[in-house]
Nanobody
Framework: QVQLVESGGGLVQAGDSLRLSCAAS????????MGWFRQAPGKEREFVAA????????DYAHSVKGRFTISRDNAKNTVSLQMNSLKPEDTAVYYC?????????????????WGQGTQVTVSS
């Protein structure tokens, strides 16, 4: 059974940093494009970052580019999201997702597997 479990969320102040992790079981992450999405109260789920399986290239939403970094550790079968210079607008539930097929990494519908999410709250 495929399972993705996010961790590392919490309550921080603006300007602080957090590192989220996604532990995968039932799949090997290097065979999948791995993405991070987030959903704030009253808003739709939005793309944050992804690392593709075809060479490990990364992609980021404009709102987080330069502040967030996605990476993977194939040996540990985990994906991380380093979040620096956090802003109140980063407050959301963050989800890890996996997609076995190449394509648009920002399109949530392409991802086959999802975690349950971890809450990130940034106070001003």
């Amino acid at each position: 059974q495929v399972q993705l479990v996010e961790s590392g969320g919490g309550l921080v102040q603006a300007g602080d940093s957090l590192r989220l992790s996604c532990a995968a079981s039932g799949l090997t992450i290097w065979r999948y494009t791995m993405g991070w999405f987030r959903q704030a109260p009253g808003k739709e789920r939005e793309f944050v970052a992804a690392i593709v399986w075809t060479g490990g290239n990364t992609d980021y939403a404009h709102s987080v580019k330069g502040r967030f970094t996605i990476s993977r550790d194939n040996a540990k079968n985990t994906v991380s999201l380093q979040m620096n210079s956090l802003k109140p607008e980063d407050t959301a539930v963050y989800y890890c997702a996996a997609d076995p097929n190449p394509g648009s990494v920002s399109w949530a519908a392409r991802y086959d597997y999802w975690g349950q999410g971890t809450q990130v709250t940034v106070s001003s």
